[in-house]
């Protein structure tokens, strides 16, 4: 089992930045792909952005290219999500997520744990 913990969201203006932080407690995530996801209120959870289990290849929805910067330190079994020029349609609860698999997907059911989430809110 692996438990997953996010912290650093928060209230930001538009143009804001945000650095969110996954801390994996349990079984070790050295060789597991990780993800971040996001959810507003009344949709469904969306990929944001997943990093293979040693962070050689990164991926991210084409909503957040270039703003959004996914990176980890299995060493400290922990993954970081850098949100740079925050939109407010970026608000959401952004979830962390890890897979028993080495390689990164973006799709919700692939992954195998899930933290709580963190809130982000954007204002205009």
């Known amino acids: 089992q692996v438990q997953l913990v996010e912290s650093g969201g928060g209230l930001v203006q538009a143009g804001g930045s945000l650095r969110l932080s996954c801390a994996a407690f349990?079984?070790?995530?050295?060789?597991?792909?990780m993800g971040w996801f996001r959810q507003a209120p009344g949709k469904e959870r969306d990929f944001v952005a997943s990093?293979?289990?040693?962070?050689?290849?990164?991926y991210y929805a084409d909503s957040v290219k270039g703003r959004f910067t996914i990176s980890r330190d299995n060493a400290r079994s922990t993954v970081a999500l850098q949100l740079n020029s925050l939109k407010p349609e970026d608000t959401g609860a952004y979830y962390c997520?890890?897979?028993?698999?080495?390689?990164?997907?973006?799709?919700?059911?692939?992954?195998?744990?899930w933290g709580q989430g963190t809130q982000v809110t954007v204002s205009s």
């Open positions: 349990g079984r070790a995530i050295s060789t597991s792909a």
């Open positions: 997520a890890a897979r028993k698999s080495t390689y990164a997907r973006s799709g919700p059911g692939e992954y195998d744990y």
């Open positions: 990093i293979n289990w040693n962070g050689d290849r990164t």
